[in-house]
């Protein structure tokens, strides 16, 4: 392996800190990481409840925004991290009142479709992220609003 944190899980992360940052929610940080017991792993840290004022469907958007940014972004992570964000999805869909199966699909169908087209606008905002995350494991509030505001990159022997 020649990259120090693998792509495909930097590019799932960046797809939910993406999209949490397009619905102006405040990305504190973008991560990636390994453990023994989880494998590889990350985040796109948000307040605790900083997405409450959100309808159900941006939230679901939020949490599907992993495995698209992994298709938009063509480098895919490992299912177990796309798991959780369905089981996630699935949880908040029935607290909504969306119980049957295909209903909760079709919404999931339709939270893919929004991320997709919020990464797509934003591919190359989101890409430098992945490098980023790529090179460094972790990007913080700052270096992440330079990015997504299109200004150049510091570094850190600037």
């Known amino acids: 392996m020649t990259e120090k944190y693998p792509r495909g899980v930097c590019?799932?992360?960046a797809g939910h800190a993406v999209v949490a940052w397009?619905?102006?929610l405040p990305v504190v940080?973008?991560?990636?990481a390994c453990s023994?017991?989880?494998g590889w792993y990350g985040g796109a840290n948000v307040p605790a409840g900083s997405d409450a004022h959100l309808h159900f469907?941006?939230?679901v958007v939020i949490l599907a925004a992993g495995k698209t940014g992994e298709k938009v972004l063509a480098c895919p992570a490992h299912e177990p991290a796309w798991l959780d964000d369905l089981w996630k999805m699935h949880e908040r869909l029935n607290a909504n009142g969306i119980s049957q199966e295909k209903e909760r699909w079709s919404r999931i169908t339709e939270a893919c479709e929004r991320a997709r087209l919020i990464l797509e606008t934003h591919?190359?905002?989101a890409l430098k992220l992945v490098d980023q995350l790529v090179e460094?494991?972790?990007v913080e509030r700052p270096e992440f609003l330079r990015l997504m505001n299109g200004e150049t990159s510091q570094s850190p022997n600037s």
Do not use: L
């Not at 940080?29 to 990636?32: D, T």
């Open 11 to 13: 590019c799932h992360e």
């Open 29 to 32: 940080a973008v991560y990636v």
């Open 22 to 24: 397009s619905f102006k």
């Open 136 to 138: 460094c494991g972790r």
């Open 36 to 38: 023994e017991a989880k």
């Open 123 to 125: 591919r190359d905002k």
């Open 57 to 59: 469907m941006d939230q």
